[in-house]
Nanobody
């Protein structure tokens, strides 16, 4: 059983930056693909960025490509999401998740989420 705890959310002005962290425990972190997902008010949860277990494969959703960077440190059991040039439309609850298979497959474990609010 993997437990995931996000941190780093908050309020930022448009154009600013934030870095989210997701600390994992209870499993072998390096075996899991990881993803950051976000859910804006009144909308469905969608993926923002995915990273394979080794970190060798990465995929970004079109709205964040070029502005967000996902990375992982398997020695620290942590995955990060560096968010630059933030826009009001990036406002959402950001949740990290772990997948025991492909990063494009089913995500088995989810964190509780962290709120990111971007003011205009």
């Amino acid at each position: 059983q993997v437990q995931l705890v996000e941190s780093g959310g908050g309020l930022v002005q448009a154009g600013g930056s934030l870095t989210l962290s997701c600390a994992a425990s209870g499993g072998t972190f390096s075996r899991y693909a990881m993803g950051w997902f976000r859910q804006a008010p009144g909308k469905e949860r969608v993926f923002a960025a995915l990273i394979s277990s080794s970190g060798g494969s990465i995929n970004y959703a079109a709205p964040v490509k070029g502005r967000f960077t996902i990375s992982r440190d398997n020695a620290k059991n942590t995955v990060y999401l560096q968010m630059n040039s933030l826009k009001p439309e990036d406002t959402a609850v950001y949740t990290c998740a772990a997948a025991s298979g492909s990063m494009y497959g089913r995500y088995d474990y989810w964190g509780q989420g962290t709120q990111v609010t971007v003011s205009s």
